[in-house]
């Protein structure tokens, strides 16, 4: 049974950083790829950055580019997300993903974490 669990959200101002992580439990995730997605009111779901488990290769969305670094820690199980220059737009509930397919996160391939709430005051 996959288990991701999120931790490390919080209330931030503009301009300051918080690291969020995700303890994965359950299997080996060599051959996964991770990633971190977020959801804000009324809005649907979003891209936010993943990292192939295995060859530690990443990718982001524009809007985070060169403010957010996601990165995994083989030895424990657990992949980070280190946001920095928050805005009060990247204000969501922060969600961790596995994916054993083709890194699109599809429903049948993909496990999520419960989430984790992000909120950045101006």
């Known amino acids: 049974q996959v288990q991701l669990v999120e931790s490390g959200g919080g209330l931030v101002q503009a301009g300051g950083s918080l690291r969020l992580s995700c303890a994965a439990s359950?299997?080996?995730?060599?051959?996964?790829?991770m990633g971190w997605f977020r959801q804000a009111p009324g809005k649907e779901r979003e891209f936010v950055a993943t990292?192939?488990?295995?060859?530690?290769?990443?990718s982001y969305a524009g809007s985070v580019k060169g403010r957010f670094t996601i990165s995994r820690d083989s030895a424990k199980n657990t992949v980070y997300l280190q946001m920095n220059s928050l805005k009060p737009e990247d204000t969501a509930v922060y969600y961790c993903?596995?994916?054993?397919?083709?890194?699109?996160?599809?429903?049948?391939?993909?496990?999520w974490g419960q989430g984790t709430q992000v909120t950045v005051s101006s």
């Open positions: 993903a596995a994916d054993h397919g083709d890194g699109t996160y599809s429903p049948r391939t993909s496990y």
């Open positions: 359950g299997r080996t995730f060599s051959s996964y790829v």
């Open positions: 990292v192939t488990w295995s060859g530690g290769s990443t």
